[in-house]
């Protein structure tokens, strides 16, 4: 495949160019032979027949018509491939990104309009560029701020959230909402519209569909069938819901009878489309876009992280941030909306057998032909179907489980998780996501604010020191030790100054106090100026203040301040060298 | 003076109860007697003196009727002496305060109006009421979010500002602004208003003030004064500025030639208030109300401090937000604004003798004399006078000398202070404050992100570990320890999944890794996933995982998760049993 001469079989000679690391298509485009094509061309086949109902359905979650899902999953698979460096994942709309543009676009235009369409695109391309910026500006580790548990939290209450405006549909009920009580005082209000053929289509997809998953798998298995092929079969459930209840719609004339129905959609290529650039637009979403942007990204890249780990293989997330980003610029530019990469599809790719993002590029081509000739196929399709596909997709999101997790491992952890979910639930997902990561910045910050001290001594036979209240030490009646467990900053400064000086105030005979800073990882500018304070306290006392086991950065920061020339005590390389220093002299001092 | 009798001379009996913590007068008014009356009564004279002028100046420099300054100088003195634990602070309007009174309410109404007034006296009612309840909710650490490079950025550019706003006081000029460029530009537009003779009252006086403070005071030391009665003196010039030039200005009748003048003071004692409780003045006025709590209590706090400590007495910081907070409130309900603990006044106040909180309501009932008696004195007090004395006293507020040494210490802090100077002064105090405080939380934040990781090695003789970059050090091949500098968060987890990759990926012997958690002071959820993470991956790779050195509250919190069963590796009490345990086994697997 490749016009240049491969010297060492697994890496051609623009695999290792610089400019490679900008298109890591280089890095295996070059060493792309007739096996990797097979087994690229078959997982793109079972990825596209998975991914047909799922672009509908993911479009209508998000309040687009059908064809933009479809759109969406055409040239952004096309960019990743180029752009991306995992080899396993799969690009397109998914559940959560489309709930949130919901949420982010039905604030500024109605469902249906021309507006709310062109506010979608616009998202798309506007997250497109704050992904593409923050790769090139190597600003993903950002996306380290949303914590486990705030994620975990988000997509479990999504997936609620999900699930609650799609029962509306399988009812046949119209209108929705984006936060729980919305969605629940919609389906009340108005469960006089439901439609009981609706209702039926709905129930039995939905059965039907948690069956092929749960009883189908294994029945295949019992009768022979390898696991792996089992579980890619199933995967093709949704397919065979949608032939079928196209074809009873469109045979027993249901649409008549008020089923709601996907209806027309256009036949053709991706339309060529422009975002707006608005100055009210781009400031109306911004905050949405980031939102989308970085949880969009967190969930690519950690599916991309584990499928990648499965082959000793390694991504770079600051490049797979440029990969989604000019997916989503490419969705923008041909009529598409917000994508990422998806949890379920990159699975089923992986066991398919994709070896090169070319399978998403060969993907994208199935999905063109679909949308070139499948779409007057679909006009009978229920909406309920999808409905019913989207419920049994999202609620393999939900799991309730992380809050007693957390809840044993860390209060703190599990109030995030918490915040999390009541407040995504209650408000929508942005308010939740927001309050999640703001929540869990404010409660670290407010445990640095107080940090763990330890007054510890020497354990005995050993050189190590160990708290005095969890292990039998040996100390010294003038020797005070205190190991700070945080870096000292302006948070806990004032904090330190209270602790020392209450320590030592109510206790005479102490003639030392040592600092051991083998945990204190920064000496801030206000940190120091207490530092100062303690010495000139402690001074006026009689008290010496001394530090042991300061590392090496922070020992070079106060080497350029004047704080070691009015230390009244000394700096000890470690807390054994000061506790033998000091314990003679206060011994000769008593004698 | 107290009807109960005195058991223990120092103690009185209220002071042990527990009532005497909310109300800290009970801790002193018990053992008052005629020594601490006279010594507070001097020094109430001496503050009452220095107050007048500024509390003039300073209801001018918040754009409010100068009589509303004596106002916020009479009742919120008598709240802080009762719940005030500080025995030298004297409240009352102050520079900093008094600008940021002006940018809050300035947004809201003009300048001279009755709305201007209510919404000033609305402000320090909300600031009151957020005080209170910070205190007694013992939320004083929240002021600890104000670095010490913020706070000092913050005042030296309030200064500036304060100082530029004067000039146009002292050229005749009116108007303002809020920031530097509306300061300058109204000064350079406005110049052709110049009025010469308030010219020659505001440099004259001015000059005539950094004279008194510069020159007049080792004048009267070498003619014998004592140094402290001297100083005192020296802070007794803007009284004289004030009789003189208001003296000439009514003998010459410069009002008729265009000087300024104070005008109609109402005689009398303060006026019942009531602050507005209009949902929407409330809302715009919070963050302004939340900034000027939080500004005025770091600054009181401090000063407070500063003297308790010079005469080994203690604070109590939350006490101290109740003081501040009733002072406030008192002010509101008594045609007041915005007060609290002045810098210079408590300093004379302490250095005149002041023993006990009883001097500031001495000097309350000063100002209140002079409310009811001198204001017809005040009619033709030129404002060029006033805004000389407070040109006089900012100036020292101003100090540039934080960039450099910042600078020096550490590129953080100089980021923080030269932001918050910048900010300030281009786009206000309260944009200054909010992008001093939300930098360095963002930089803190961002630097724990990336923590420092070392590799450390045994230092020869001892059993004290240390890095192999900075420190001659034993090692071994087949042993890896990499201590981390910093608790294992949800920021900086994936980073240290990396780095353990990196490090292993391409060193072969490598067939034990450990993490010297001496410095890990804790590991929330998110972290411990990443160490599963790491667990997993090293397991694939044929190296075990251990822990050394893991602090108590730490090891306490992973025994309650289910990762110690998935470790391959051990967890070591200290790194040297580590070495010990780890090394003759590896040495075995070699030979």
Chains 1, 2 share one sequence.
């Not at 469902?111 to 992904?131: H, N, R, V």
């Not at 952890?413 to 308010?431: C, H, N, P, Q, S």
Request: charged share 15%; proline share 5%; hydrophobic share 50%.
């Amino acid at each position: 495949m490749s016009r240049f001469p491969t010297r060492h079989r697994p890496q051609s000679r623009w695999a290792r160019h610089p400019v490679a690391r900008y298109f890591p298509i280089l890095q295996w485009a070059g060493d792309y032979d007739r096996d990797s094509l097979t087994s690229d061309a078959v997982a793109a086949v079972i990825v596209t027949i998975m991914l047909i109902p799922q672009s509908l359905a993911y479009a209508l979650l998000a309040g687009l018509p059908p064809e933009m899902g479809l759109y969406a999953s055409i040239l952004p698979l096309v960019a990743y491939a180029i752009f991306g460096t995992s080899r396993a994942l799969a690009v397109g709309p998914v559940a959560v990104i489309s709930l949130m543009t919901a949420a982010a676009v039905g604030n500024m235009a109605l469902e249906g309009t021309a507006e709310y369409a062109m506010a979608a695109i616009t998202l798309a391309f506007m997250s497109g560029l704050i992904l593409t910026l923050m790769g090139l500006f190597r600003l993903g580790f950002l996306a380290n701020f949303l914590s486990h548990p705030v994620i975990a939290g988000f997509i479990t209450a999504s997936g609620l959230l999900i699930a609650a405006s799609q029962i509306g549909t399988i009812l046949g009920i119209s209108g929705g909402g984006h936060s729980m009580v919305e969605l629940l005082r919609n389906l009340v209000t108005n469960l006089s519209q439901m439609n009981p053929i609706t209702l039926v289509i709905g129930v039995t997809t939905t059965a039907f569909l948690f069956w092929v998953r749960k009883g189908l798998k294994p029945l295949l298995i019992q009768s022979g069938l390898r696991p792996r092929l089992a579980d890619l079969l199933a995967k093709a459930g949704p397919v065979a819901a949608v032939a079928v209840t196209t074809l009873a719609t469109w045979a027993f004339g249901l649409a008549d009878r008020g089923v709601a129905i996907v209806g027309s959609i256009p036949s053709g290529l991706p339309p060529l489309t422009l975002p707006s650039f608005g100055v009210d637009i781009w400031g109306q979403l911004f905050v949405s876009a980031l939102l989308i942007s970085v949880i969009g990204f967190v969930e690519s890249v950690s599916v991309a992280q584990t499928l990648a780990a499965r082959k000793r293989q390694r991504i770079d997330p600051d490049q797979e941030l440029v990969g989604l980003g000019t997916a989503n610029i490419a969705s923008a530019l041909s009529g598409g909306y917000p994508v990422t990469g998806g949890f379920a599809r990159s699975v089923v790719n992986y066991d398919a057998g994709a070896e090169t993002p070319a399978a998403g590029a060969f993907t994208a081509i199935g999905i063109m032909l679909a949308a070139l000739l499948l779409t007057p196929l679909l006009h009978f399709l229920p909406k309920a179907t999808l409905a019913a596909t989207i419920i049994v997709a999202v609620l393999s999101l939900v799991d309730l489980t992380i809050l007693k997790r957390s809840w044993d491992y860390s209060r703190i952890d599990f109030a995030a998780v918490a915040t999390t979910i009541a407040i995504t639930l209650g408000l929508g997902v942005e308010m939740g996501v927001s309050a999640g990561v703001i929540l869990s910045l404010a409660l670290f910050l407010y445990k640095t604010s107080r940090p763990h001290v330890a007054e510890v001594g020497l354990v005995p036979g050993t050189q190590h020191f160990r708290n005095i209240l969890r292990h039998k030490v040996e100390t010294h009646p003038a020797l005070v030790t205190l190991r700070i467990d945080e870096s000292l900053y302006f948070a806990n400064a004032r904090f330190l100054e209270d602790y020392v000086t209450a320590r030592v105030s109510c206790d005479q005979p102490i003639r030392h106090v040592i600092l051991m800073c083998s945990a204190v990882n920064e000496i801030d500018m206000s940190a120091l100026e207490s530092l100062e304070a303690i010495n000139a306290r402690l001074r006026d006392m009689g008290i010496k203040l001394h530090l042991s086991e300061v590392k090496g950065p922070v020992m070079d920061r106060l080497k350029r301040s004047h704080f070691l020339d009015a230390l009244t005590g000394q700096v000890f390389l470690s807390q054994y060298d000061a506790m033998l220093a000091l314990t003679p002299t206060v011994m000769r001092g008593q004698a």
